[in-house]
């Protein structure tokens, strides 16, 4: 087993929040944001089935089973999808930061 505490590559912190992105016809998406640099650490999705809220029990977990598709990614082009990935994730990640900071919801 492999545990590891997620800290910020720019400046260090730990002190981290996870921000989750639920659209239409898209798996949720968890941006982890640095508190003390505001930039973001890293982009999750939450894989088919993968996603429970603790506090609110069962029909958390069965959102979750009907959110996204749950298909792995092809293997053949993982570069190319990474590159994409990374470059929607920090163009998304801006637009989430932005409406936060536009509806009062940035602690």
């Keep these: 087993m ?3 505490r997620q800290t910020c590559q720019f400046c260090g912190s730990r002190n981290l ?7 239409p016809g898209e798996q949720d998406r968890v941006f982890v944001q640095c508190r ?3 930039k973001m650490v890293a982009r999750y999705i ?3 089935g993968g996603y429970y809220h603790h506090g609110k029990g069962f029909e958390s977990y069965l959102k979750g089973l009907t959110r996204g598709s749950g298909e792995l990614m092809s293997g053949k082009n993982i570069k190319k999808d990474f590159e994409t990935i990374k470059i929607k994730a920090l ?7 932005k409406w936060l900071q536009e509806n009062g ?3």
């Design 2 to 4: 492999e545990i590891h």
């Design 105 to 107: 919801k940035d602690d």
């Design 91 to 97: 163009d998304k990640f801006d637009r989430v930061v």
């Design 46 to 48: 939450i894989s088919h």
């Design 17 to 23: 929040k996870n921000v989750l992105v639920r659209e």
């Design 36 to 38: 003390g640099c505001r």
